[in-house]
C-alpha cells in the first residue's frame, strides 16, 4: 500500500501543480499555483482560494486556528484566562475582511471555551460567509459512549449558532492506537452516526485529524479503498521539517511526504496543521536566518514555513492560530495571494531542515495537550524557554567560551523570567501523566529532567 519516497516526493507534487522555478535565480517564485485563484502579487491582492473537489467550497488557503485565543489576562497583565470576547470579534472580522473563510474549533480548545466563542463571534456575520470546522474530542472513556458522543455533537451546534458544520473531524486519530479508535468511533456506532448526518446535510464534509499511530491512518484509507466510507478531507502535520524527518524528531510520528502522498493520490483535500511546528520553525537557529534573509530579504522564517505548507496542490487550507492583530496581518500578506515555493526553493528548505535537526530543542508544539500538570509545571513554558535559547545561541555549552556569561545570565535570566520557579522542570516527579496526552509523543519527563539538569548545572557555572 505505501508508495516509495520516490514515489511521494514533494518534487513530483510541484511538476504536476505547475510551479517549477521560472528563473535562474534561487530566490523566484511563480505567482500561483495552477489550482489557485489569486494572481496578483504578493501582499498587494486577494487572498488564496483553493476548491473543495467534493462540494466546490471556495476555502481561503489560510486557515483560522481556534486553539488560542485572546484572553482578559493578555489584556491586564494578569492570569486570567477568560477569552475576551471582544478582542475574538475584532480578530474574526479581520480575518473575514481579509479573506479568510475557514474557522477550525474543537470542543476541547481553550479549557472548552473555543467553540463558543468562535460561535459568538461568527454568528455576527452571514452564515454562508464562512466555513465552520469543529471536532468530535471524545478523547476521555468516559466520553466514549454512543450517547455521550452524541450529545457533544449537539452541544457543538448549539455553541456555534448553525444547524450545520461545514467541516466535521475525527479529533486526533491515531493516539491510542487501534483500540482508541474501535473505542471512540466504530464499537459504539458513532462513526454510523456521523456518516448519517452527513446524509441529511446536518455535516457537509466528514474528515479526520491525525496524530500518532500510523496503522490507524492506514486503516482508515484502506476502508475508504474498500468502499466503506468516503473521506472528504483529512487533517495533517505538514511542514518542512516533517516533509522527512518527522520520524527522526520522533519515533512515533510519521513523515509527512506519506501522508500527503496517500492522500493525494486519493484525489481527498488535505488541511495542514502546525505549519509552524508549534513556532519552532519561526524561531529558527541564526545561520539559517541568515541564509533565508539572503534568498528573500525582509522574508521571515513564518513566511517561508507558510508558503512551503501551501504550495502543494492537494492542500484545501493552512491552519495558523493568530490571537494577535499583528499575526493575523503578517499571515494576510502571505497568503494574499501565495507565492508558492519553487523548486529551488524546496530543496533550500529541505537544507535547513537538516541544519535545524542540528540543533537540540524538544519537539513540543505548545498545544498544551499535556496540561495542567497535576504538579504544577508549566510543560509547554519550561519547552518554549529552552528552544528560544537553543535557537537564539543563548544555552552555553562550554564555559571556556567567550560568550558563556552572557549567554549563562540570558538562560538563567529568561528562564525565571518567563517561567516562575514553582513551576520549573525541577517540580516534574515524573508521574507520567502527561505523556499518553503529547501528539508528538514526546517522553516529557525525561526531557524535563534533562532541561532541569541543564539549569542547574548552569548556575553552578558547571556547563
Same mark, same amino acid.
Given at each position: ?17 505547475? *510551479? ?28 488564496? @482560494? ?122 486526533? *486519530? ?28 446536518? *455535516? ?36 518542512? @521539517? ?38 519552532? @520553525? ?49 499571515? @494576510? ?117 534533562? *532541561? ?12
Amino acid at each position: 500500500m505505501k508508495e516509495t519516497n520516490t514515489d511521494t516526493s514533494r518534487r513530483r507534487f510541484l511538476r504536476n501543480a505547475g *510551479i517549477l522555478a521560472l528563473g535562474a535565480t534561487l530566490g523566484g517564485c511563480v505567482a500561483g499555483s495552477g489550482n489557485d485563484e489569486s494572481s496578483s502579487a504578493a501582499g498587494t491582492g486577494a487572498m488564496t @482560494l483553493r476548491t473543495n473537489p467534493n462540494t466546490g467550497d471556495k476555502v481561503s488557503l489560510l486557515g483560522f486556528g481556534c486553539m488560542r485565543f485572546p484572553t482578559l489576562g493578555m489584556a491586564n497583565g494578569s492570569d486570567d484566562d477568560t477569552l475576551d470576547q471582544e478582542a475574538i470579534n475584532r480578530l474574526v472580522d479581520m480575518a473575514l475582511e481579509g479573506g479568510v473563510n475557514y474557522f477550525d474549533t474543537s470542543p476541547a480548545y481553550c479549557k472548552g471555551q473555543s467553540e463558543a466563542a468562535i460561535g459568538n463571534a461568527l454568528a455576527r456575520h452571514p452564515r454562508d460567509s464562512y466555513f465552520i470546522a469543529t471536532k468530535l474530542s471524545n478523547f476521555s472513556p468516559a466520553q466514549w459512549s454512543h450517547e455521550a458522543g452524541v450529545e457533544m455533537f449537539q452541544n457543538s451546534l448549539k455553541n456555534l449558532h448553525t444547524d450545520y458544520i461545514d467541516y466535521l473531524l475525527l479529533h486526533a *486519530i491515531g493516539m491510542g492506537g487501534m483500540d482508541a479508535l474501535h473505542g471512540r468511533y466504530l464499537d459504539n456506532g458513532m462513526l454510523d452516526y456521523l456518516v448519517e448526518q452527513r446524509k441529511n446535510g446536518t *455535516i457537509h464534509n466528514l474528515g479526520f485529524s491525525y496524530h500518532g499511530d500510523i496503522e490507524v491512518f492506514d486503516y482508515l484509507l484502506a476502508m475508504m479503498d474498500r468502499g466503506e466510507i468516503h473521506w472528504d478531507f483529512v487533517q495533517i502535520q505538514l511542514n518542512y @521539517l516533517d516533509w522527512l524527518h518527522a520520524k527522526e524528531i520522533n519515533e512515533s510520528n510519521t513523515d509527512a511526504s506519506y501522508l500527503y502522498g496517500e492522500l493525494h493520490r486519493r484525489g481527498i483535500p488535505v488541511v495542514i496543521m502546525e505549519p509552524l511546528l508549534g513556532g519552532r @520553525l519561526a524561531s529558527v537557529p541564526e545561520p539559517v536566518l541568515d541564509k533565508m534573509d539572503d534568498l528573500r530579504p525582509g522574508d521571515n522564517p513564518a513566511r517561508w514555513a507558510f508558503r512551503y505548507a501551501g504550495t502543494p496542490e492537494g492542500v484545501l487550507t493552512v491552519l495558523s492560530g493568530m490571537a494577535y492583530t499583528d499575526h493575523l496581518r503578517e499571515n @494576510l500578506a502571505t497568503f494574499s495571494p501565495l507565492q508558492p515555493c519553487d523548486e529551488a526553493e524546496d530543496a533550500f528548505l529541505m537544507r535547513c531542515a537538516r541544519e535545524i535537526l542540528l540543533n537540540d530543542t524538544v519537539p513540543c508544539t505548545d498545544c498544551k495537550y499535556c496540561m495542567p500538570c497535576p504538579y504544577g509545571v508549566n510543560i509547554p513554558g519550561v519547552f518554549a524557554h529552552y528552544n528560544k535559547c537553543v535557537n537564539e545561541g543563548n544555552a552555553p555549552r562550554d564555559n571556556e567560551d567567550p560568550r558563556y556569561a552572557a549567554e549563562r545570565r540570558a538562560f538563567l535570566f529568561g528562564y525565571d523570567r518567563t517561567v516562575p520557579r514553582l513551576r520549573q522542570a525541577d517540580r516534574c516527579v515524573s508521574c507520567g501523566t502527561c505523556v499518553s496526552h503529547c501528539p508528538q509523543g514526546i517522553n516529557i519527563p525525561a526531557q524535563l529532567h534533562r *532541561i532541569d539538569r541543564y539549569a542547574e548545572s548552569l548556575r553552578q557555572g558547571k556547563v
